[in-house]
């Protein structure tokens, strides 16, 4: 059964820092990777999509990676601001993963301090 | 147009009551999703539907009776729920289940049962 992790769990920063989100999986054969932002009682907003042949995408502050032979992702947020604040969620998709192919991670909650 | 809509936004209802939510896309996508998502928690999947057909029914009681009259819209029939149901209730849309080009999420609809 594939698993995602998502560490830390919660966290907490000043306004300006770089930080990293991360994320595991237990299974190399993923197809892709998919960052989500969930703002308090909202739904799911993509933020970078990292398909199985790439290694990384930007936008904007943001910048995904993936390792497939370590299992690992990391979000990558440069200057972070106030409105950054929010859980993301990442998602990895698998043949034979879940009946619509995503297996989430419990998220990380962001909170940045102005 | 990149967008799932749903509707209502925030829906408050009695235990005898019978409601629907509804979800709409217009990329073409032909799988659509339900999920439900309690707080801090993920979302967790509940149908899917594949070319109109439902395809997984993740062993969700009765009392949620999903429909997709066409490729773009999808409803969630409501009746005699439990105050326990109250959650954030997504819709999401692929191109197919299992899609390497990512997953599309509505904004939600929040759910209270009284």
């Known amino acids: 059964k594939q698993e995602v992790t998502q560490i830390p769990a919660a966290l907490s920063v000043p306004e300006g820092e770089n930080l990293v989100l991360n994320c595991s999986f237990t299974?190399?054969?993923?197809?892709?990777l998919q960052w989500f932002r969930q703002d308090p009682g909202k739904g799911l907003t993509s933020l970078l999509l990292i398909q199985s042949s790439q290694r990384e995408q930007t936008s904007g502050r943001l910048n995904a990676s993936l390792d497939k032979s370590s299992g690992r992702s990391t979000l990558y947020i440069a200057a972070s601001q106030p409105g950054d604040s929010a859980t993301y969620l990442c998602?990895?998709?698998?043949?034979?993963?879940?009946?619509?192919?995503?297996?989430f991670g419990k998220g990380t909650h962001l909170i940045i301090q102005p | 147009d990149t967008e799932v809509t749903q509707t209502p936004k925030h829906l408050v209802m009695g235990m005898t009551n019978k409601k629907s939510l509804k979800c709409e896309q217009h990329?073409?996508?032909?799988?659509m999703y339900w999920y439900k998502q309690k707080a801090k928690k993920p979302p967790e999947l509940m149908f899917v539907?594949?070319?109109?057909?439902?395809?997984i029914n993740e062993s969700v009681p009765s009392r949620f009776s999903p429909e997709c009259p066409n490729s773009s819209l999808l409803n969630l029939h409501l009746h005699a729920l439990q105050p326990e149901d109250s959650a954030l209730y997504l819709c999401a849309s692929s191109q197919v289940v299992g899609s390497y080009y990512g997953y599309t999420f509505g904004s939600g609809t929040r759910l209270t049962v009284v």
């Open positions: 539907y594949s070319y109109e057909k439902l395809s």
């Open positions: 990329m073409g996508h032909r799988a």
């Open positions: 299974d190399s054969a993923i197809y892709n």
């Open positions: 998602a990895g998709l698998y043949s034979g993963g879940g009946a619509d192919g995503l297996t």
